[in-house]
């Protein structure tokens, strides 16, 4: 199995993607997330977003495809931070 590794390493789309909802949901606050991504098994991930400052956490578990085609539940689970985060913050 992989060590933890930053989201925009392993799988730039998906971070790219989350990335786009945040800044959708947040702006004009630039986003102080950090997203890992965790190999739990082959073939599966464990994503783990932190906003520090907001004490924000949240873990999805997605398969690679989701992560490299930016489909299904990672959508779906990037969506539903995106919006928790905005409900978190002054916008």
Same mark, same amino acid.
């Given at each position: 199995?992989?060590?933890?590794?930053?989201?925009?390493?392993?799988?730039?789309?998906?971070?790219?993607?989350?990335?786009?909802?945040?800044?959708?949901?947040?702006?004009?606050?630039?986003? @102080?997330?950090?997203?890992?991504?965790?190999?739990?098994?082959?073939?599966?991930?464990?994503?783990?977003?932190?906003?520090?400052?907001?004490?924000? @956490?949240?873990?999805?578990?997605?398969?690679?495809?989701?992560?490299?085609?930016?489909?299904?539940?990672? @959508?779906?689970?990037?969506?539903?931070?995106?919006?928790?985060?905005? @409900?978190?913050?002054?916008?």
């Amino acid at each position: 199995m992989d060590s933890v590794n930053p989201l925009g390493r392993r799988f730039p789309v998906a971070h790219q993607f989350l990335r786009m909802c945040l800044l959708e949901e947040i702006f004009p606050i630039p986003p @102080s997330a950090s997203c890992f991504a965790e190999e739990t098994e082959a073939g599966r991930w464990t994503v783990s977003l932190i906003w520090e400052a907001i004490d924000f @956490s949240a873990k999805g578990e997605f398969s690679d495809e989701e992560l490299r085609r930016v489909y299904g539940a990672w @959508s779906a689970w990037a969506r539903g931070q995106a919006l928790d985060i905005a @409900s978190l913050l002054p916008v």
